[in-house]
């Protein structure tokens, strides 16, 4: 049976994985939802797009080295 201290491992990797994508889905659905509001197709599609990557991206890396700098005998981070 594996450990609480492994468990939540694989849980903050699992969430990890699904940061990207839900970035760029909500800035798709914001950018496609102003454009049909505001008549500016696709602009806004291709702003919040952009603007989705690089939050997905930024959480993402910071996810990443906040994995990294725990400590594995406390899982705190450092």
């Known amino acids: 049976m594996p450990s609480k201290k492994d468990t939540k491992k694989v849980l ?5 994985a699904l940061m990207l994508p839900s970035s760029i889905a ?5 950018g496609s ?3 049909k509001l505001l008549g500016t197709h696709p602009w806004l599609l291709i702003t919040f797009l952009l603007l989705g990557i690089s939050s997905g991206f930024i959480s993402l890396f910071r996810g990443i080295s906040r994995f990294n700098n725990t400590d594995d005998t406390e ?3 450092k």
Do not use: K
């Open 33 to 35: 939802m102003l454009d």
């Open 26 to 30: 909500v800035g798709l659905l914001f």
């Open 75 to 77: 899982g705190e981070p």
């Open 12 to 16: 903050e990797l699992s969430s990890l």
